[in-house]
Nanobody, 125 residues
Framework: VQLQAFGGGLVQPGGSLRLSCAVS????????VGWFRQVPGKEREGVSC???????FYADSVKDRFIISRDNAKNTVYLQMDNLKPEDTAVYYC????????????????????WGIGTQVTVSS
């Protein structure tokens, strides 16, 4: 299974971006999906996850601003990011897996089996 994230870029504070994650070599059906981000010198952190039955989880820092979605027919996962803040600046990664018990962002992170190449998001004026 291979994943490739697209859609990053430079945006001003308050702006929006939509990230896409194209999955190949396997089906999204029955898989859990997630978005994660990392800045240099810090650990990778969870942003949002969606279970195979469409239950969603969000980090507190992005609740009410980001929305995760999926299109299994297109084998693609999305992350709509609105009202972006400078602290959202990071490399964003998508991942998929089959999580035995998807309860929160932590169980999502450790349940991911395949990770994509990240895309840089920079929020700056």
């Amino acid at each position: 299974v291979q994943l490739q994230a697209f859609g990053g870029g430079l945006v001003q504070p308050g702006g929006s971006l939509r990230l896409s994650c194209a999955v190949s070599g396997g089906s999204l059906d029955s898989r859990d999906v997630g978005w994660f981000r990392q800045v240099p010198g810090k650990e990778r952190e969870g942003v949002s996850c969606m279970s195979s039955n469409d239950k969603t989880f969000y980090a507190d820092s992005v609740k009410d601003r980001f929305i995760i979605s999926r299109d299994n027919a297109k084998n693609t996962v999305y992350l709509q990011m609105d009202n972006l803040k400078p602290e959202d600046t990071a490399v964003y990664y998508c991942a998929v897996g089959i999580v035995v018990a998807l309860l929160d962002m932590k169980t999502c992170y450790y349940g991911m089996d395949y990770w994509g190449i990240g895309t840089q998001v920079t929020v700056s004026s």
